[in-house]
Structures are given as C-alpha cells and as structure tokens.
T-cell receptor, first 111, second 112 residues
C-alpha cells in the first residue's frame, strides 16, 4: 500500500531559527495536504497543493509540491513559540481515495 | 471553524464495558472518518464512510464497529473495552472530492 514518510521525526529550534519538514510518498499523489496539531489538540488543515511544482506561502510558512508529485516540504522562516506542534502531511493517489497521513514532525521552539 | 462534535471528550471506564463514542457534523458532508492516535504519534485510519449505510474498515485493524444511519452521525462502538483500546479517537468529515478534512476535538479513552 501507499506509504507517506516524513522527516525529521522531531526538531527543537531556538526562536528565530528556520525549520523545514519533508514529506515523501511511495506513489504519485493527486494532491498533498498539510495539517498542524497543537499539543493536546486536533489536526487543523493548513493548506492543499495540487499542481506539480506548486509553491504556496502563508505568512512565514512556505509549502512546496515536487515536480513528480511524490514529495513536498513545509518551511517556516523565523520560528515563533506559537509554531510549536506536530506538522502532518497527507495525500492519496486520487481524489476518491482515503488520505494517508505521514507520521508527523514534532516542532519544539524555545524562547 | 468546522462544525464537528465529539462526545465524550474524556472517558475513563473499566474493562469489559460497552462504549459508544459519538461524532456529529452539521456540514452535510458525505465522507466521515475515525482515526486512532496515541499521544505524539501518527494518525491511524480505523473506519470510514462515504455516505449513509456505507462503512469500510481502515488501514489499522480495530475491534471497534461503526454505523452510518444518518449523514450527520457516525458513532463508533467497542463491545467490550480492553486496556489495549486506551488511546485518543479522532473523528473527521470531508466535503466533495479532495476537500480538506475537518477534525473534532477527539475523545481520550482510558480503559482500566
């Protein structure tokens, strides 16, 4: 079956440093979605990428979808303590399939 | 914020009890999902439904069962709870096509 891998599993940064998490799928994805889960909370949708090579920005967050639609990345510039949480990527081979979630990257930001 | 509700929020109960976790959404979404998640760990899909009277098992084998008699309601039942069922259970719903999933606050279940 489809596998979605995320690295790193965990990262601890100082406030102001940059952060990147990478997502790789064993199969081509129809789209990639990113979610954020705060400690004790539930996953919250951040963004969806659909096109090959697509890049989207949300303030300090930059999301990329690879040319082959098998990998993606989330980059946070100048992290803040409010960025703390676990970031999950998720995707499926078609719009009719269930989402496969990566294992997530837990981000800890020290002030 | 999406309108999807889970009850109870927390449940501590003894082994052998029958448990039903409730999930309701008011968005008219056809697709609904149940995930199991241990603290700080990945999401495991255990059940999903693409509409009324349609239910499927997910990737992770689970001893729970689900039903979908109404569009807005997707309860999950454990006939006989065991300590191995201790986890957080997250319900989600999704609109047409590849729209994002909206998650409830989850039920933290602890079986003694």
């Amino acid at each position: 079956g489809q596998q979605v891998m995320q690295i790193p599993q965990y990262q601890h940064v100082q406030e102001g440093e940059d952060f990147t998490t990478y997502c790789n799928s064993s199969t081509t994805l129809s789209n990639i979605q990113w979610y954020k889960q705060r400690p004790g909370g539930h996953p919250v949708f951040l963004i969806q990428l659909v096109k090959s090579g697509e890049v989207k920005k949300q303030k300090r967050l930059t999301f990329q979808f690879g040319e082959a639609k098998k990998n993606s990345s989330l980059h946070i510039t100048a992290t803040q303590t409010t960025d703390v949480g676990t970031y999950f990527c998720a995707g499926g081979p078609s719009v009719y399939s269930t989402l496969t979630f990566g294992k997530g990257t837990m981000l800890l930001v020290s002030p | 914020e999406a309108d999807i509700y889970q009850t109870p929020r927390y449940l501590v109960i003894g082994t052998g009890k029958k448990i039903t976790l409730e999930c309701s959404q008011t968005m008219g979404h056809d697709k609904m999902y149940w995930y199991q998640q241990d603290p700080g760990m990945e999401l495991h899909l255990i059940h999903y439904s693409y509409g009324v009277n349609s239910t499927e098992k997910g990737d992770l084998s689970s001893e729970s069962t689900v039903s979908r008699i109404r569009t807005e309601h997707f309860p999950l039942t454990l006939e006989s709870a065991r300590p191995s069922h201790t986890s957080q259970y997250l319900c989600a719903s999704q609109g047409q096509g590849d729209q994002p999933q909206h998650f409830g606050d989850g039920t933290r279940l602890s079986i003694l």
